[in-house]
């Protein structure tokens, strides 16, 4: 999916990073009075973090702010395929000024995504400028201006 939308060659990972390396139960019993004291469960799956990496780099150093969203975009957009396989059912999209951080081939992508994948998607944005006309004809596009909503276009009509 990154590959998809950015279109560059760069391999994009992860890696699990679990908070117990050793023995988990031991662990958990050598916390105990701690995590008493503290009143929360100190280690487990839920203190458990996941580094995403591009080009071998670990992406939260390395990857610029849109480099980092288009890994979020990638990796929403790989679990809705992976939802819609074992569920037979596709999430709603929903993608609040996601365009303010792409240019307009990545914007464009990401609707074609949508579109030929079948999902439903909600999207505010500022500007509609750079999006193609072909994906604009196909969208039910509303104005907010000054507390009303008026729409602009709807699917199928020209």
Same mark, same amino acid.
Not at 8 to 15: A, G, P, R, W, Y
């Given at each position: 999916?990154?590959?998809?939308?950015?279109?560059?060659?760069?391999?994009?990972?992860?890696?699990?990073?679990?908070?117990?390396?050793?023995?988990?139960?031991?662990?958990?019993?050598?916390?105990?009075?701690?995590?008493?004291?503290?009143?929360?469960?100190?280690?487990?799956?839920?203190?458990?973090?996941?580094?995403?990496?591009?080009?071998?780099?670990?992406?939260?150093?390395?990857?610029?702010?849109?480099?980092?969203?288009?890994?979020?975009?990638?990796?929403?957009?790989?679990?809705?395929?992976?939802?819609?396989? @074992?569920?037979?059912?596709?999430?709603?999209?929903?993608? &609040? =000024? %996601? +365009?303010?951080?792409?240019?307009? *081939?990545? !914007?464009?992508?990401?609707?074609?995504?949508?579109?030929?994948?079948?999902?439903?998607? @909600?999207?505010?944005?500022?500007?509609?400028?750079?999006? &193609? =006309? %072909? +994906?604009?004809?196909?969208?039910? *596009?509303? !104005?907010?201006?000054?507390?009303?909503?008026?729409?602009?276009?709807?699917?199928?009509?020209?």
């Amino acid at each position: 999916m990154y590959a998809f939308l950015t279109t560059k060659n760069e391999k994009m990972t992860m890696e699990y990073q679990p908070s117990v390396v050793h023995d988990f139960g031991q662990e958990l019993v050598a916390r105990y009075s701690s995590d008493q004291m503290s009143g929360t469960t100190n280690l487990g799956p839920h203190r458990d973090d996941v580094e995403w990496f591009l080009a071998g780099q670990a992406a939260r150093n390395y990857a610029s702010q849109g480099e980092q969203r288009m890994i979020i975009l990638s990796i929403s957009m790989a679990l809705c395929d992976y939802i819609a396989d @074992i569920k037979d059912d596709r999430p709603i999209f929903l993608l &609040d =000024d %996601v +365009f303010s951080e792409l240019d307009a *081939v990545r !914007q464009n992508r990401l609707i074609q995504y949508l579109i030929d994948s079948g999902n439903q998607a @909600i999207i505010t944005a500022t500007s509609l400028s750079e999006i &193609d =006309d %072909v +994906f604009i004809k196909q969208a039910n *596009v509303f !104005q907010v201006f000054k507390g009303s909503i008026r729409e602009e276009h709807q699917h199928g009509q020209h």
